[in-house]
């Protein structure tokens, strides 16, 4: 599993040489990577799959493909966030795959610079309606109504922990451009996130949920094919 994971984190920094679209925080951008980041922790866990990520990040960084700083501190947060709420929804204890996003929105919302509201809408309804789908369709697995590699379960997995990814980068990177650094002044962030971002991170993560989705079930469809035609598979 290490070594399969080494040549995944190869991977994984090649792809963080391919830009999708502009980092709406900082500087850079969101690469392919992310496309892969949640299949990460679905094929190796949390930790294996965490480590995978992680070294793929670093070597961005090494590589100069990946900012230094904030950029890459919020990135390597929302990656490490992927990683561990997929990783941990397709291990054995995948309820507590809902510890982690529900704690990031906790978070968030007690956050004094965060923004709560842009008009009527709270600014983590995408965030909210993924726990809830992660939260259904965990239910409908355990009670066998689905398995773990059909299509909802692992877009639900999908869509829910690069959701979760997205606000842990969020809050590191308020934290550090904000109080750290002092890039925004606490009004010129709240501008930043109400006007821009808020209108364009649903449309980021849908499409990388969307992508992450179409890649990741055909891997696990035939890595458990593969599984079940191995004579020495228990």
Known sequence: MVASASL?????????????????????????SNIITPLSGML???????????????I?????????????LSVIAADLAVVATAGLAFSKWRRLALFI???????????????????????????????????VTLVLEGRGIIDRISPIFVSA?????????????????????VRVYGVY???????????????????????FSVAGSIVAIPVLRSISGARRASPTAS
Do not use: K
């Open 157 to 177: 997995v999908t869509f829910a922990s690069l959701m979760c990814g997205h606000l842990v980068g969020t809050i590191v990177g308020q934290d550090l451009l």
């Open 101 to 135: 996003p529900l704690a990031a929105l906790v978070i968030y919302t007690v956050d004094p610079i965060s923004v709560l509201f842009v008009g009527l809408v709270p600014f983590t309804w995408l965030h909210i309606l993924s726990f809830v789908t992660l939260a």
């Open 60 to 72: 961005d960084v090494y590589a100069g493909q990946l900012s230094t700083g904030a950029t890459a």
């Open 185 to 207: 002044t606490p009004a010129a962030w709240d501008s930043l996130m109400a006007n821009f971002v808020f209108a364009a991170y649903p449309i980021e993560r849908v499409f």
């Open 8 to 32: 995944f984190a190869a991977l994984y920094a090649v792809l963080g040489a391919i830009p999708v679209s502009r980092l709406l925080l900082g500087s850079g951008f969101l690469t392919a």
């Open 44 to 58: 190796f866990g949390p930790i294996v799959g965490g480590g995978a990520a992680l070294i793929g990040d670093l």
